[in-house]
């Protein structure tokens, strides 16, 4: 037996506000989209990773999600840090720095952050 995870799902309020931002952020694009009547689903992703992300809007939902005390988070590798860092500063979604270990934190437009750590060598 053996389990393969496929995707983790994020729900916002904003589709296409939300699309543009890990477009530009981490350069996920749409790789499936499905439309509903009370819902649509985006999967995004690239070719660095299998794993994709599905993003559903719920229409009609416009108040924004109360994470609460929820720390779950997603991290994603780069080879350049100095780079993506300046691209984060530039589109002002850096959350915070944790230097002591090498990483920083940035924030979606929903407020899921998402770690942005070195590739180890």
Do not use: W
């Given at each position: 037996?053996?389990?393969?995870?496929?995707?983790?799902?994020?729900?916002?309020?904003?589709?296409?506000?939300?699309?543009?931002?890990?477009?530009?952020?981490?350069?996920?694009?749409?790789?499936?989209?499905?439309?509903?009547?009370?819902?649509?689903?985006?999967?995004?992703?690239?070719?660095?990773?299998?794993?994709?992300?599905?993003?559903?809007?719920?229409?009609?939902?416009?108040?924004?999600?109360?994470?609460?005390?929820?720390?779950?988070?997603?991290?994603?590798?780069?080879?350049?840090?100095?780079?993506?860092?300046?691209?984060?500063?530039?589109?002002?979604?850096?959350?915070?720095?944790?230097?002591?270990?090498?990483?920083?934190?940035?924030?979606?437009?929903?407020?899921?952050?998402?770690?942005?750590?070195p590739v180890?060598?």
């Amino acid at each position: 037996m053996f389990f393969r995870q496929e995707f983790s799902c994020l729900y916002v309020t904003d589709m296409a506000k939300s699309l543009a931002f890990y477009e530009e952020a981490l350069g996920l694009r749409v790789l499936r989209r499905k439309d509903a009547k009370d819902r649509e689903i985006a999967f995004i992703g690239n070719e660095e990773s299998s794993q994709q992300t599905e993003i559903v809007h719920l229409n009609g939902r416009t108040r924004p999600y109360d994470h609460g005390e929820n720390s779950v988070y997603f991290a994603f590798r780069t080879d350049d840090m100095e780079a993506a860092r300046a691209k984060h500063t530039g589109m002002g979604c850096i959350d915070h720095d944790l230097p002591e270990f090498g990483v920083y934190f940035i924030r979606d437009p929903d407020g899921y952050l998402v770690e942005i750590m070195p590739v180890r060598k």
